[in-house]
């Protein structure tokens, strides 16, 4: 079973930058097929991004030229490396497979506001 801890997470102002961790513990992991969500109250979850083990990256059009996912088998981690955040940015993210195999972790608040 693995587990999922999302980090990094906090208050930036629009035009500012953060970068998002997912740390991996548990069992065998593959950064393959592994994604960024993101949810706001009241909405379905959203994958924004997400990466092969070959390293093709896929991006949903709101974020696409200013997120940036990248993955690290041996460390078992995955980033988001966010930048020209804008307030419809802000959502709790969380990470998991494309297919969305394992348990969801407790995210990380991201909140982009003057």
């Known amino acids: 079973q693995v587990q999922l801890v999302e980090s990094g997470g906090g208050l930036v102002q629009p035009g500012g930058s953060l970068r998002l961790s997912c740390a991996a513990s548990g069992s065998i992991f593959s950064i393959n097929a592994m994604g960024w969500y993101r949810q706001v109250p009241g909405k379905q979850r959203e994958l924004v991004a997400y990466?092969?083990?070959?390293?093709?990256?896929n991006y949903a059009d709101s974020v696409k030229g200013r997120f940036t996912i990248s993955g690290d088998n041996a460390n078992m981690t995955v980033y988001l490396e966010m930048n020209g955040l804008k307030p419809e940015d802000t959502a709790v993210y969380y990470c998991n497979k494309v297919t969305q195999t394992y348990s969801w972790g407790q995210g990380t608040q991201v909140t982009v506001s003057s």
């Open positions: 990466i092969t083990s070959r390293g093709r990256t």
